[in-house]
């Protein structure tokens, strides 16, 4: 309320608050071991950014080729399924870049979960973020946020439909918490209607949240929109209200 | 799936034979934390099927301190999820999670 705003000598002495940058203490270690290998000559700070720039760069169109691949192609999807590392190697996708071994914590041991009718599956990592980045990039927010991480494991359908996806009960719902060196991504049903479409045509509908198993492909639906509810009960802030309250 | 080993190999090789297969009944086993673990709470004590053996690598505790240990078989582990939470509402549903081999334990 605005009776707060008083002030004892008549002058207008407000300071900027200060912009605080909440950081946490593995952010602050992460910066600690990056300056000493800097300064040990481990590597520089310009190879540092360029790997940062190029992690950052990578996002899920190779995942959506793969989808589209292996909808229009039997035999790249038996090897797809078989082994996923090496299927990657077929559109360009090597998990041993930049370093020999992978991206660190993206380990070589990818599997790829079809669904079908009746099997629905969607990913998850509770103990912290484990996601196949080669070929989705970097997870969004939502995924490695402790609400989603805690709850998909115990209501999975619950936290669909919050997605705008509600499953009937009859399909079977798997629940993938990968959180040890297996990463994985979800090869969705091929949506009805699309037969004659071309692989790029298909790409288009297998967006990031495809792959993780909240969301279904569909035609028209090119992008991760997720719906927007009005609030049960929102705050007002009615002149009524504010008397209300005084 | 082949073997991928990939991170820097350890100078021990007496490998732990892998135990399960495919389609065994297995039990998560509920051991003490030693420092680090990646065994979750939700599983422990509660019996799956495994769905798939993986690869053979260091197990969690030993690499969490660079420690060289012995690699071992992980697997992937299907549970009911009514298994894992007594009040789960569906029959069908399932989860599945990835474990070495000395969290588990044949039912």
């Known amino acids: ?246 | 799936m082949k073997d991928k080993k990939t991170s820097k190999a350890p100078e021990k090789t007496d490998n732990a034979p892998a135990r399960f297969k495919a389609g065994d009944r297995v039990r998560v086993k509920d051991l003490p934390n030693m420092f680090y673990s990646r065994t979750q709470m939700y599983a422990r004590g509660v019996s799956g099927t495994i769905a798939a053996r993986t690869y053979q690598d260091l197990i969690p505790e030993d690499e969490a301190f660079n420690r060289d240990g012995r690699l071992e078989q992980y697997y992937i582990v299907r549970f009911r999820q009514k298994d894992l939470w007594q009040e789960y509402p569906s029959e069908k549903d399932t989860l599945q999670t990835e474990f070495p081999d000395r969290w588990l334990e044949p039912v």
């Open chain 1, 1 to 246: 309320m605005q009776t707060a705003h008083k002030h004892a000598g008549g002058g207008h002495d407000h300071k900027a608050a200060p912009t605080v940058e909440e950081i946490t203490d593995f952010e602050v270690l992460e910066i600690a071991v990056r300056e000493l290998a800097i300064e040990h000559g481990l590597f520089t700070a310009q190879d540092h950014r360029r790997f940062t720039e190029w992690a950052e760069s990578v996002g899920p169109a190779a995942g959506s080729r793969l989808v589209a691949k292996a909808w229009t192609d039997p035999g790249f999807k038996a090897r797809l399924l078989d082994d996923g590392v090496n299927a990657c190697k077929e559109i360009g996708i090597d998990w041993a870049e930049p370093t020999g071994f992978g991206t660190p914590s993206d380990y070589m041991n990818f599997r790829v979960l079809e669904d079908t009718p009746r099997l629905h599956h969607v990913i998850v990592c509770t103990l912290c973020s484990c996601y196949p980045r080669p070929v989705l990039g970097m997870s969004p927010e939502w995924y490695r946020s402790t609400n989603y991480r805690r709850r998909l494991v115990r209501w999975p359908r619950e936290v669909l439909a919050e997605f705008g996806l509600i499953l009937p009960p009859e399909v079977e719902i798997r629940v993938e918490d990968s959180n040890q060196k297996c990463r994985f991504m979800v090869l969705p049903v091929r949506p009805s209607g699309t037969d004659n479409w071309t692989e790029e045509e298909l790409a288009a509908i297998v967006t990031r949240d495809c792959m993780i198993g909240v969301a279904l492909p569909r035609r028209g639906r090119t992008a991760d929109v997720h719906p927007v509810r009005k609030a049960r009960r929102p705050v007002h802030s009615s002149p009524q209200h504010g008397k209300a309250a005084e």
